[in-house]
């Protein structure tokens, strides 16, 4: 047949067209095949993370919880294992099951989109998750999961040590292993132990097939939990630390001081630099952040309270006259006598005491109006000690002026400035919680950049001139001080030099208390004291206390319990500090106003320093009114002393 | 003596019994094909909550049904089918106008059923054989070599006008076919080579045209966009076929075992009844098994040619070769899709893919086959 070799033809093409399949085949199955396997595996696993329990934080003996997570059930639907057709009745079934409006689950499943795995609620009781299991078949695609729920059974106590978790920020997020979806601590020992915290998470291997549904485990691994956190406080001094400050605040309003804001104090181990008590008030509980159940209106109130800010180690004072104790030991150590107005050069000679001083209340330079002190008429003759005692602004302005006249000369221009700086003031002390606060000490070259920006925070007009160094020696002006730096500065004064690095939490440790991690107690430097110079100080930081003109003697009055006099009462001469009282002059509508804040700043045992008490009433007035009262009852707690009822001191030093 | 009784001069009403080989690997595909939809629906069914059987069970059916209609149609004698070519044709042609009017059923963005209740008739596929089957009629008178230019010209217009309604539906897979069996009839129906060149330019050239006036669907497009950027894995038609190699290539030399498939049981590769079914052979299988299917069709398509060598008139050889072509394209595009040779084109695989109206049509194909060769010229021996 003629067309034969055409049907040959057609066979021919088909044939090779089904060799080219052959061919394809070949590399597809046999030379290629590990590739397609490698990918085919991987295909069929699904890798699920399990949460690990959060660390515990506990106080200084390992006693107390001040963080902990219990275990709570929660719903979680995946979307991939409901069939479409049936999502509509488990909607109406959660809701019936656990009293939310379906139309919110629903908007939960829109929201989430198809084939999403989320909680739909948090929290559930035993009795709702054993009627979940049991009905099954009426719940398509959902599961119960345990889920660890942060506690903070203290409340507001400690809360700004402790800190509190939350979402994490874009900070967070460049952490190694943190998910969106973590909770994270975001402040106070939540924050800066997180690593520890937060443990390490377990996994689940599950083989799957392509819509998901799990076939069967293939691998597990057990979370590790966080460990536990162990910190240096005392949660007794603590609460009454907090109690006190709200009682001080409440004394201030009651004084007249209406306008007064929060308080803040810190109490450090001089001997390590172990935080004992750190309060900020009004606090804030850390459980809002966990529970969900804060409402707009609540929150924008704290917000504008500004309750979560840790004002002991956050909040930028002046540190008014609880600075002068600085002045004092600079003055001190490097023999500056203060420079006497001409008049009075003659009497104030015959003393022979190179620390003389005669203050009349007024200081009198050719070119500025005269500088008063608080009191008037002045305090007559002044030594180093009733400088401290009586707290003598004309004597520490005239330290301050010979310092300036010998600058360059006798010791460089920032004498005062660079003392300051070694004993911890314009830097971080480097405490091991988050944003702290630097404080600022200012000098010629933050002068002078500042005026060069043209930021209007200085004068324009003029250099850095011996009355901004004046303003240092009182702590006003832009002398900045946070109390946690002036609690570690009077520990360094009062130890012999140490400067340390305070730390709030010891050591980390594991469930089996193996230790995990220390932090021990770490000097941030040495600075050069005199034996004398302690001494003198600690004698004249009792002074103020104790002596007739002190500015904290009223404060003080009935130190010991029941009705032993202060003039044998043994603890009272064991006790010391300095008050201080900072102007901050403010603007407001209705014309210039200075509200003061109160600092006092002190230690007890004199004898052998064990705690360094800061407190700060800010907008509270006098610190001789206030603050030493708060401290005084402290220090009364502190020295195992009957802690009298807060009265108002002097108004003293203004 | 004897040799003179030897030589019976009676005339033969029936030469021939069936070609046995034709049906035996028709009877092997289609059992095969049945496992296959079992393999790979079973697991889906069963975790549905579903009969795990009750996809296979259909084909069962169609498998049931298509074997009354080859044995029908095998005893229809192929004069009867030239005879009835034409009917066939129009009647056709009105089940192709009929998909396109409300009585066809949209499924999936394409209008290619008409639901009849029990089962969803195709007409395409239905179309296949009918232009083969007028085809054949209308090239049977043509001489080795002396195809005239208005012939090739009716030609044109009996493929290009049930071509339009395909068009419409959309099926371009079936234009294919078409395209892909004419070319082979007209080829052996003696075109010059010089009007097969020609046609082909024509054909590259109306291509062209179709896709600067935008007659292409979006899909059609994409998937030819996919084919030739086979690594961009956002592309859905991509992802298909990624699959399906995937599939394929975990099944190895001897595969993973029947029921075994885990990217195929595992649903990760979609449509796996019907147009990647060969995807799950090729898995469970091996690229033995994979071979050995292809080998299958490789004798049928050389039995069909066969038929059409020592098919009595032009029209049986027209008929079988055109028949031969359709089943060769069907294979070459649907298993070179699924080992990624080609780009997605919604063609079954014959006997294999789960569908009604496609066995139906591959068993009247092979019956008409049949009853060609039942009604042979004798082949001379020696």
Redesign the interface.
Known sequence: ????W??????VA??A??G???L???F???T??E???D??AS??ISIVSIEPPRGDIFDRDGTEIMAGTVATLRIVVDRKLI?LEREEGLIQNLSALLGIPAAEIRQEFVDRGSGARFPVSDGIGESTAVFVLENIERFPGVAIEPVPFRVYPLGETAAHIIGYIGAPGPDDLGRVGIDPNDRVGRFGVERSYDGLLRGTPGQITYS????G?ILGVLEETAPRPGGSVVTTIDLDVQRFVEDTLLKAMALAAASGEDQVKRAAAVIIDPRDGSIIAMASVPAFNPIIFSDGQLTEAEWLTLRQEEVFNNYAMQGNYPPGSSFKAIVYALALENQISPIVEEEYRDIVDQTEDPFAFFSDGELLFTNTPPLNDWKDGGHGFVGLSSSLIESVNTYYWSIALAIWQGRDIAWPENLLQDWARSLGFGARTGIDLPFEGTGRVPDREWFQSLQAEGSGLVRSEGGWSGGDLMNIATGQGALVVTPLQMAVAYAALLNGGTVWEPRVVSTVVDSDNNVLFTNPPSVARKITIGADTVAALKRDLNGVVTAQNGTARRAFEGFCSGDVPDSECAPLREVGGKTGTAEIVQATEEGVTAVDTAWFVGGAPLSDPQFIVAVVIEQGGSGGQVAAPAARRILQYLMGEQPDPLRAGDDTER | MSSVSAIDLRPQTRRSRPDLVLIGITAALSALGLLMILSTSGPRLE??GLGRNSQMVRQAIYVGLGAGVLIVTSLVSDRVWKLAAPYYYAGMIVLLLAVLSPIGALRQGAQRWISLGLFDLQPSEVAKVGVILALALMLAPVE?GRMKWLRLLKVGALVGFPSIFIFLQPDLGTMLVFGFVTF?ML????TTVRQLVMLIVLALIALGIAVELDLLRGYQLERLEGFFNPNEQTLQVNYNQNQS?????????FGQGLFEG??T????VPAQTTDFIFTAV?EQL??VG??LV?GL??AL??RI?MV??IARDRFG?LAA?GI??MF?FH??VN??MA???LPVTGLPLPFLSFGGSFYLAMAVSVGIVNSIWMTRSPVPRN
């Open positions: 047949m003629k067309p034969a055409r049907i040959a033809t057609v066979g088909l044939s067209l089904l080219i399949l052959v394809r085949m070949w597809l199955q046999v290629d095949v590739a397609s396997l990918v085919a295909q069929r069939p799957v097939n392509a819509r549904e | 975790a549905a080795e082979a080829f052996v129906a003696g190699q995937i599939a394929i290539g975990s099944g190895g030399m885990s990217q049981n595992l649903a990760f090729a091996g690229f994979g071979t292809i069709y490789a398509i050389w040619l059409a060598a050889q070769t031969a072509a060769g294979v070459f298993i070179g080992v990624g040779l």
